[in-house]
């Protein structure tokens, strides 16, 4: 059975399941309780489980995630909020070396089970607050890094984190919490943190994205078969472990293959996505990988400006045409 | 602050084995530290190596008072607290050397001792890294309803850094069971602390955060001992955190690649002469009629043993196997990529 829910009730269920199931789990950030959390996620859960296992924080991301990390040290299943992605570079110290190296430098001995919520998103928010950094984290071994698109995979992969040994860098995005899907009603539906997902089959083009920009990518599948082209459109859903074979058996079948990222395509997943299927593919691909991303500046704040910046419907579609040799929309009816 | 020199201190009624036990781990970190430099000099040891000597009586009165039950997080200059935690020399010498049966089968080095076994989680190499580590392990310890103190330990020049502050007011907040122990050695890496701190003494810093808090004479064992059971204790209350400082020098360079620039050899020579941890423990212990010279020097002969051995150990034992290299990145059963 399964009910369709917005992807911020997928997240709610997931930690209020969780929390009722185990009570070593409780939450850890600016704003989580009093406040509700700055998207709502975590609205009424003071009131639900008390200021101990709902615990707003200074604004300290560096503390918090360090107390996060000894916490799950100390026995406990901690979930730490960081308000936006943005932020989290204050914390990128102990994500980096210690969450991430804990298991692997202590020889096995103990591990840091922390789950670090963030959002990704912009709109007009300027330069400092618009920003995405999911391959920062997702270039660092020891991490797991996901970045769901859909309620299903925030509810089932949330839950897997927190169940989990791993640290977990667990990216929402301000603009899809509205997005609704379809749930599993199962309390315990877990999904591996790993695998890319083919969401639309097609035989032109691979498109590859995750979060917003699966929508993007989608939105522009669905425009592109109005006139004959087909994309094959894969939610990369975790970005490490990376599912590199879901993307190059896709590229073996339509040899075209355009990545949508939402940042700046400097060394970015995009290039790495790309590199990996020029080792893997090299024979079939009929076109130079294309990649969609922001233009190489700060945000702007200007309406008109910030459009220019993020990538949108449009661009995937001109690129998808780049990528199959077409200048022209054809007219197929 | 805190002495225990020229009056009668309540340490010394502790049974003689115990005030033993602690002379024999002081003189096992000291030994343990020379043997380690000198394996470093026939290249047996490579990369950073800090050395503790002339602080031993930190780690040995600080942690002879902390319960089995209690956390330890510390920063990197760490073999100390691992053996005065009571583990065996030869797997510590071993991570020096990179072997397989090093205290973390070779993965860590000199900066990355840990033990769960004895709830030490780490040397930790980022200066002030740890900090909020403890104040989460603190965090741990209540929410469980424990009895556990989370014990930190950090130089001066962690105070210095974001981390130390946002840890010490988390700590403080939230009034969890986290003792704060700085190691006042004077010096950060090269840079003395007047060219570094706005105050010299780092106890004021926890004013800032209304916590209790003391300095003590670092190069007294038996001081820190009395300190850290009092602040423990305080902790253990559920009264929140406490700082203390112990005032320290550290004898040798800041690693093994430190030409000294920085301070003068009299300074150095001074602190040897006149403040050394082990020799003020020993004249202080056969002063008070509690042993004889002929004992503790035995216990050093059983040391120069011990370390020895520790050294054929560890020069024996053989590398990781290759095999593992990718072992450990994960803690749960999706594939390491």
Redesign the interface.
């Given at each position: 059975m399964a009910r369709e829910i917005t992807y911020r009730d997928a997240l709610r269920e997931a930690l209020r399941e969780e929390m009722y199931r185990d009570e070593?789990v409780?939450l850890m950030g600016e704003d989580i309780g009093h406040y509700g959390g700055s998207y709502a996620v975590t609205r009424g859960f003071l009131q639900e489980f008390g200021p101990?296992r709902v615990r707003d924080?200074?604004i300290?991301e560096?503390?918090?995630?360090?107390?996060?990390?000894?916490?799950?040290?100390?026995?406990?299943r901690?979930v730490v909020e960081i308000m936006t992605i943005n932020f989290s570079l204050l914390a990128i110290?102990?994500i980096v070396?210690?969450a991430a190296k804990?298991?692997?430098?202590?020889?096995?001995?103990?591990?840091a089970?922390v789950v670090i919520r963030t959002a990704a998103g912009f709109g007009q928010l300027g330069a400092t607050h618009s920003q995405t950094f999911e391959h920062w984290y997702a270039h660092v071994?020891?991490l797991?890094v996901v970045m769901p698109a859909v309620p299903k995979d925030a509810k089932g992969f949330l839950k897997s984190a927190i169940r989990?040994?791993?640290p977990v860098i667990f990216i929402e995005h301000s603009l899809i919490y509205r997005n609704r899907g379809e749930v599993p009603d199962d309390e315990d539906f877990l999904l591996?943190?790993?695998g890319a997902e083919v969401r639309r089959e097609g035989t032109d083009v691979t498109l590859v994205s995750w979060s917003r920009g699966y929508y993007l990518a989608l939105g522009a599948a669905e425009e592109l078969a109005r006139e004959g082209i087909e994309c094959e459109v894969i939610d990369l859903r975790v970005l490490?472990?990376?599912d590199l074979d879901t993307v190059v058996r896709s590229v073996q079948k339509t040899n075209r293959l355009v990545v949508v990222e939402e940042g700046w395509r400097t060394l970015a997943m995009g290039a790495e996505i790309a590199a990996a299927v020029q080792e893997q593919a090299f024979d079939y691909l009929d076109a130079p990988v294309a990649r969609v991303g922001s233009l190489e500046v700060p945000m702007p704040y200007a309406r008109n400006l910030e459009r220019l910046v993020v990538p949108n419907k449009d661009r995937v579609v001109e690129a998808v045409r780049q990528v199959l040799y077409r200048r022209q929309s054809v007219s197929v009816s | 602050m805190t002495s225990t020199v020229g009056g009668r201190s309540p340490g010394l009624a502790l049974p003689k084995s115990e005030l033993l036990e602690m002379y024999r781990q002081m003189v096992l970190i000291r030994r343990f530290e020379e043997a380690a430099a000198e394996q470093y000099a026939l290249g047996k040891i490579a990369g950073f190596l800090h050395l503790y000597i002339g602080e031993e009586a930190v780690a040995v009165g600080a942690i002879h008072a902390m319960d089995e039950g209690d956390h330890l997080v510390t920063h990197y200059r760490d073999h100390g607290y691992a053996l005065a935690l009571g583990l065996d020399a030869g797997p510590c010498m071993a991570e020096l050397f990179g072997k397989s049966t090093g205290l973390v089968g070779g993965r860590g080095g000199s900066m990355h001792f840990a033990a769960a076994s004895k709830n030490f989680w780490g040397g930790y190499a980022i200066v002030s890294g740890h900090l909020p580590i403890a104040v989460g392990l603190g965090l741990a310890s209540r929410y469980l309803g424990e009895r556990r103190v989370a014990v930190a330990i950090f130089g001066d020049g962690a105070t210095n850094a974001g981390p130390f502050h946002e840890a010490m007011n988390l700590a403080a907040l939230w009034k969890l069971p986290v003792l704060f122990l700085c190691e006042n050695n004077l010096y950060g890496m090269g840079t003395a602390v007047e060219y570094a701190s706005a105050v010299r003494e780092m106890a004021k810093k926890a004013c800032a955060y209304e916590m209790p808090a003391e300095r003590v004479d670092g190069q007294d064992v038996l001081a820190v001992y009395e300190a850290t059971k009092a602040a423990l204790d305080h902790c253990r209350s559920n009264k929140g955190p406490y700082f203390l400082e112990a005032l320290t020098y550290r004898f040798r360079g800041h690693s093994m690649a430190d030409p000294e620039m920085y301070r003068t050899k009299e300074e150095v020579e001074e602190y040897r002469r006149q403040r050394d941890p082990i020799v003020l423990f020993r004249n202080r212990l056969i002063q008070e009629g509690i042993t004889v010279m002929a004992e503790l020097d035995d216990i050093d002969r059983d040391v120069d043993d011990i370390v020895a051995a520790a050294v054929r150990f560890a020069d024996e034992s053989p590398e990781p196997d290759p095999q593992t290299v990718t072992d450990h990145v994960y803690a749960g059963s999706a594939r390491a990529s």
């Open positions: 070593r409780f101990e924080t200074p300290a560096l503390g918090i995630v360090g107390a996060g990390i000894g916490a799950a040290i100390g026995g406990l901690p110290d102990q070396n210690h804990l298991h692997y430098m202590f020889n096995g001995q103990f591990s089970p071994p020891g797991r989990g040994n791993d591996p943190l790993e490490r472990p990376l | -």
